[in-house]
C-alpha cells in the first residue's frame, strides 16, 4: 500500500532554513509527480508546491516563490522541500501528497513546523 | 490567485442530505474538470473523497457524490452519518497551480 512518511520539522527561528523529507513507498515513486501541501494551525489547505516525476518541472505557490526549493530522489524515493527565509507565517504542518492527474490521491500525515524566536 | 469560497459551516441531521458549494472563476473551476474534494478529520490527513469533479475513489461510500455548474462545485452527502462530521475541502487545478478551498465543517446533530 502506498505510503508517505513526512520528516524534518521542528522549531526554527526567523530567518533560518530547514529541510523536509518524504519516504514514499508501496508505488513507483519515480513515474509520478509530487506536491508539498501545509496547513497553519486551526487553518485551511494550501497547496506549497509540485515537482514532475523527473523533477525537470517545478511550481510554486507565490507565498514561497524564492524561498522554497522543491526536489527529489528517485533512487532513494524520497521527496525534499529546502525552505529558507522563514517567517512566521510559514508555521504550519507540511503534507507530501502523490500526484495523479490534476488531483492528490495518497498523503503522508504531516510534519509540524513552527518558525518562532 | 484567491482560494475557492467554500460555506464556513453547513449542518445536518442523520439520514439528511447535504450540500457543500465551492465557487472559483472562469480560470479555474470553470475551465477544467480538475476539481477534487478531501475530508479532513481532526488530526488527521485528508483524504480523497471525489476526483475531476464527479470521480470517488474505491473504498469511498456511494453517499458522497460531484458535481459541477459553470463556476462551482458542489460535494454531496446523501444519508448522512454521524462519521461525517468533518472538514471538507475542495480543491482546483489552473494554470501551473492548485487552488483550495476555505474548507467547510461539517456538523451531524
Known amino acids: 500500500q502506498v505510503q508517505l512518511v513526512e520528516s524534518g520539522g521542528g522549531v526554527v527561528q526567523p530567518g533560518r532554513s530547514l529541510r523536509l523529507s518524504c519516504a514514499a513507498s508501496?508505488?513507483?515513486?519515480?513515474?509520478?509527480?509530487m506536491h508539498w501541501v501545509r496547513q497553519a494551525p486551526g487553518k485551511g489547505l494550501e497547496w506549497v508546491t509540485f515537482?514532475?516525476?523527473?523533477?525537470?518541472?517545478?511550481y510554486y505557490a507565490d507565498s514561497v516563490k524564492g524561498r522554497f526549493t522543491v526536489s527529489r530522489d528517485n533512487s532513494k524515493n524520497t521527496l525534499f522541500l529546502q525552505m529558507n527565509s522563514l517567517r512566521a507565517e510559514d508555521t504550519a504542518v507540511y503534507y507530501c501528497?502523490?500526484?495523479?492527474?490534476?488531483?492528490?490521491?495518497?498523503w503522508g500525515q504531516g510534519t509540524l513546523v513552527t518558525v518562532s524566536s | 490567485q484567491s482560494a475557492l469560497t467554500q460555506p464556513a459551516s453547513v449542518s445536518g441531521s442523520p439520514g439528511q442530505s447535504i450540500t457543500i458549494s465551492c465557487t472559483g472563476s472562469?480560470?479555474?473551476?470553470?475551465?477544467?474538470?480538475?476539481v477534487s474534494w478531501y475530508q479532513q478529520h481532526p488530526g488527521k490527513a485528508p483524504k480523497l473523497l471525489i476526483s475531476?469533479?464527479?470521480n470517488r475513489p474505491a473504498g469511498v461510500p456511494d453517499r458522497f457524490s460531484g458535481s459541477k455548474s459553470g463556476r462551482t462545485a458542489s460535494l454531496t452527502i446523501s444519508g448522512l452519518q454521524a462519521e461525517d462530521e468533518a472538514d471538507y475541502y475542495c480543491?482546483?487545478?489552473?494554470?501551473?497551480?492548485?487552488?483550495f478551498g476555505g474548507g467547510t465543517n461539517v456538523t451531524v446533530l
Open positions: 501528497a502523490k500526484a495523479y492527474s490534476t488531483y492528490f490521491d495518497y
Open positions: 508501496g508505488f513507483s515513486f519515480r513515474t509520478y509527480h
Open positions: 515537482i514532475s516525476y523527473d523533477g525537470s518541472e517545478e
Open positions: 472562469s480560470s479555474d473551476v470553470d475551465a477544467y474538470t480538475s
Open positions: 475531476e469533479v464527479t
Open positions: 480543491a482546483s487545478y489552473t494554470t501551473n497551480r492548485w487552488l
